[in-house]
């Protein structure tokens, strides 16, 4: 007889063992890195404590877990959503449309990370658990949801498997796009640079030199290295950009606290000194195969700093430390020409109202042609050469 899979909520991870979590999350990591540095417990937990998540955030901590016969098969980063900050792949306007038909859209479930446009796993499955777990934790979201009464449940920057299984729960699949920086074996920048066509080569190297001509230096820091002091100066970077950009900052302060604890043998700070001063500096979490470029700040301006360290100094240390890939975040077309293309993210979407979930289902079907088309469009305008006519001097 099968054993029935029990599905639970807690308030929040720190109500589950670190180790009993990551055992679903990364259990790769026995044996060095996790693959997806954010869905460790370590980073999650620094979410809650520091108070980035939870009362007043708008992001109510749920995560989920599956047990059969009392051992834990799966978890998931659930959580109860109130707005729709936060999430990068955006559905405002299923919100506003929801609403003029006089439904209440919020409060959402929502499997993500906070904050975090990174393709992971969502669904965390203990090894040799996969179909059981995310069978269990597919159909788990959409009972809570009915059961609440809730409009949607929503799964964001899953790998491309998971919005697929997602599709046979039910759940609808959607294509975005962002830009990654792919590693094709080279053995330094240069390297990298010769595959690009000579003009695009030329304006990179002017770039760098203008950008590290700012009258100071550039430091990489991380695990022992990254001190409290890196941190304040930090939180003034970061405070500025999260003011121009969401009006008030993701991360509470207290979250760099927490990161100097239990992340900073997870993060890469690419930092900018000048005149005994700390003036800019870019933010990555470091994954077994990818560098995740999350955060950026300067309380001065210099001509291509930011574009050099969050792009070009996130390259050289790819490439110094064997990573396949570097995730620059979301959005930004200005990453393509420095190296980076647009590739195919993926999301799935559980609709409660049938009416609501046929009209999203039309509109996604003629966004992923628009999505594939972009794609195709911004390929063909990258740096790389396409003839050895390009590459004459």
Request: charge should be negative.
């Amino acid at each position: 007889m099968t054993e029935t899979v029990e599905i639970s909520l807690l308030s929040g991870v720190c109500d589950i063992p670190a180790s009993d979590w990551d055992a679903c999350a990364c259990p790769e990591a026995a044996s060095g890195r996790p693959s997806d540095p954010f869905t460790t417990h370590r980073f999650l937990a620094a979410l809650e404590v520091s108070g980035s998540v939870g009362p007043g955030t708008g992001w109510t901590p749920r995560p989920m877990v599956a047990r059969r016969g009392g051992q834990i098969i799966a978890v998931a980063p659930v959580y109860l959503k109130g707005h729709s900050q936060g999430e990068y792949i955006f559905d405002h306007g299923w919100a506003e449309a929801y609403a003029r038909a006089g439904g209440r859209y919020y409060p959402k479930l929502q499997c993500a990370v906070p904050f975090t446009p990174a393709t992971g796993r969502r669904l965390l499955t203990a090894p040799g658990e996969t179909v059981a777990g995310r069978t269990a934790l597919l159909a788990g979201m959409v009972r809570v949801a009915d059961e609440a009464g809730l409009s949607s449940a929503h799964i964001t920057f899953c790998t491309e498997d998971e919005a697929t299984d997602g599709a046979g729960a039910g759940f609808l699949h959607r294509r975005t796009q962002q830009f990654h920086w792919l590693n094709r074996g080279y053995a330094s920048y240069d390297d990298f640079l010769s595959e690009l066509s000579s003009r695009k080569r030329k304006a990179l190297r002017k770039e760098r030199d203008r950008a590290q001509g700012f009258g100071g230096s550039i430091h990489l820091l991380t695990g022992d290295e990254i001190q409290p002091e890196h941190w304040a100066a930090f939180w003034a970077f970061y405070q500025d950009t999260g003011a121009r950009k969401w009006g008030r900052p993701y991360l509470t302060r207290a979250f760099f606290d927490a990161a100097q604890e239990t992340l900073r043998d997870d993060i890469l700070l690419v930092m900018a000194r000048r005149e005994g001063r700390w003036i800019a500096g870019a933010m990555n979490l470091i994954g077994r195969e990818a560098l995740f470029g999350r955060y950026w700040g300067a309380i001065e301006d210099h001509p291509f700093l930011h574009f050099e360290l969050c792009y070009h100094q996130a390259i050289d240390w790819a490439i110094a430390h064997g990573l396949r890939r570097v995730e620059a975040g979301a959005q930004g077309e200005h990453k393509l020409a420095r190296g980076y293309l647009p590739v195919t993210t993926h999301s799935a979407h559980w609709l409660h109202e049938p009416s609501f979930a046929r009209a999203v289902a039309q509109y996604l079907a003629a966004e992923r042609a628009a999505v594939e088309e972009e794609i195709e469009i911004l390929t063909a305008y990258g740096p790389f050469r396409r003839s050895p006519q390009e590459d004459h001097e």
